[in-house]
């Protein structure tokens, strides 16, 4: 078919007619009334332009009565200003100490990574507040590193490796921090069927007929031997009385003995106030959560610390391994930062897990441990080259959404993290925070300076107030 010019004309003003009409609606055709609130919580959850007049006469005497309307169509119809409902976001800085230089040289409470530390936000569902918060990574900040090590019968020539490993590691990691404590535990597996030997031969000396090596200790799940310390000597001391044992299967109890050392902060002596690193040294495989059944347990790890009197593991041979999603859990919310030791033919199966288990790294240990202080002083490198934040507890109906300004000053929208930093760098962030309804109860989410992916202690951790 075709169209004369006048034809066309005729359209293009039909067209223009058409969208004046939805583009200018006539008076009280708007969203805010077309929405027949009845109730001021009602209009302000339309959308975030509506406004509630509560003015008791307001519309008397008049066609037009819907008290939800725009602010200015409300003034504009005889509603006094203070009698217009119509709450805005907003927030404000409860506390905003200004970011420490230097992590040595006063109390651990004192030292400040994030600011500000605790804001109070005021968000009126549909809208949209910001504010800006800023991190550094201080100099000397002090470092608990727990040295968790498979003692099962392969890692025997290990042991012998790192009989002197604190007097070594406390020298080197005395060049990042004046402030080290080490501590020590060992694992080999869950001492039942099929797991381990049970015997009653094996039950003293499982390596019991065993040629190339005929003595061991009896078999364990977890055991916690150096609690967190600075005397190095009395580390190199316990270390030193440490022996091997020997399990069944390939597979070892690792990820028992991970989440022990997690979740026991209290026996491990974990510091509120430091980086805590977890060194996890082995040469096999870890069983995972429904291997346990294999062995008749059924019931599903609870993510409790189970230290009996002796410091072992108690619940080893009660409850599964624990699964990879709880060790997660319980690894961010203890800001434990793990790093698998592992041998190279190991590397990609643990590569793998780190993908699953937030904030951990792998490395490669050679088949003797000779390079494990070196291995310890790389990943505590690249761990403190990477600044992320991280919100835990908020509630689903609040939307936040973060924009990076990292050490080259340009703004990156979507991104909450940044790498390739020094020590003594500071970075920004942008943290938009939007909700759609009112949450159920008070909520108080909880931001953290993350570095390399795990919750890091900040010095009084930005709490947000909602």
Same mark, same amino acid.
């Given at each position: ?15 223009? #007619?058409?969208?004046?009409? =939805? ?53 504009? @119809? ?20 200004? %970011? ?6 006063? +109390? ?22 910001? =504010? ?9 900040? !002090? ?20 009989? /002197? ?10 060049? %990042? ?6 501590? $020590?535990?060992? $694992? ?25 090596? !005929? ?11 150096? +609690? ?18 020997? /399990?069944?299967?390939? !597979?070892?109890?690792? $990820? ?36 346990? @059944? ?5 019931? !599903? ?13 108690? #619940? ?58 070196? %291995? ?5 490198? /690249?761990?403190? +080259? ?50 759609? +309804? ?29």
């Amino acid at each position: 078919m075709r169209w004369s010019p006048g034809t066309w004309m005729w359209r293009a003003a039909l067209c223009c #007619a058409l969208l004046q009409t =939805f583009t200018h609606p006539v008076r009280g055709l708007n969203m805010c009334m077309s929405g027949s609130a009845t109730s001021c919580e009602e209009c302000l959850l339309i959308h975030p332009s509506c406004a509630w007049c509560a003015q008791e006469d307001f519309g008397k005497g008049r066609t037009l009565t819907s008290r939800c309307d725009f602010r200015q169509n409300l003034e504009k @119809r005889g509603c006094e200003a203070r009698s217009i409902e119509f709450p805005t976001s907003s927030f404000s800085i409860l506390q905003n100490r200004p %970011l420490s230089s230097k992590g040595s040289g006063s +109390s651990q409470d004192d030292v400040v990574q994030i600011m500000p530390q605790k804001i109070s936000l005021s968000l009126r569902p549909g809208d949209q507040t910001w =504010f800006g918060v800023e991190v550094r990574q201080v100099e000397d900040y !002090p470092v608990d590193l727990y040295y968790l090590m498979d003692l099962s019968l392969s890692m025997k020539d290990d042991l012998d490796t790192i009989r /002197n490993l604190g007097t070594k590691l406390a020298q080197e990691m005395g060049k %990042l921090t004046s402030n080290f404590r080490l501590g $020590f535990g060992s $694992f080999v597996d869950k001492n039942m069927s099929p797991f381990s030997y049970t015997a009653p031969k094996y039950q003293e000396n499982p390596c019991s007929g065993y040629k190339l090596f !005929p003595n061991c200790v009896p078999t364990f799940g977890f055991r916690h031997i150096v +609690s967190l310390t600075d005397k190095v000597d009395r580390f190199n001391e316990e270390v030193q009385k440490q022996m091997v044992s020997r /399990n069944r299967d390939a !597979p070892e109890g690792g $990820f028992d003995a991970i989440l022990q050392a997690a979740v026991c902060k209290e026996e491990i002596g974990w510091r509120k106030g430091a980086y805590h690193l977890l060194v996890f040294a082995t040469d096999d495989v870890p069983h995972l959560a429904l291997d346990g @059944r294999l062995g008749g347990l059924v019931q !599903p790890h609870d993510g409790r610390c189970h230290l009996n009197d002796n410091n072992e593991y108690s #619940a080893s041979t009660k409850m599964d391994y624990p699964s990879l999603a709880l060790l997660g859990e319980k690894l961010a919310e203890n800001n434990i930062f793990l790093i698998f030791a592992v041998t190279k033919r190991l590397y990609v199966i643990y590569k793998n897990f780190t993908a699953l288990i937030p904030g951990t790294t792998v490395e490669i240990l050679d088949q003797d441990s000779k390079n494990v202080i070196q %291995l310890i002083i790389t990943a505590y490198n /690249n761990i403190r +080259s990477k600044v992320e934040l991280s919100v835990w507890d908020h509630p689903k109906d609040i939307g936040l959404s973060f924009t990076a300004t990292c050490q080259d000053g340009k703004p990156l929208p979507g991104l909450r993290k940044c790498a390739d930093l020094k020590i003594g760098d500071t970075v920004s962030f942008n943290v938009s925070v939007k909700t759609r +309804s009112c949450p159920g109860r008070r909520a108080k989410p909880e931001l953290h300076h993350q570095a390399g992916g795990v919750q890091r202690p900040s010095g009084g951790a930005g709490g947000l107030s909602v």
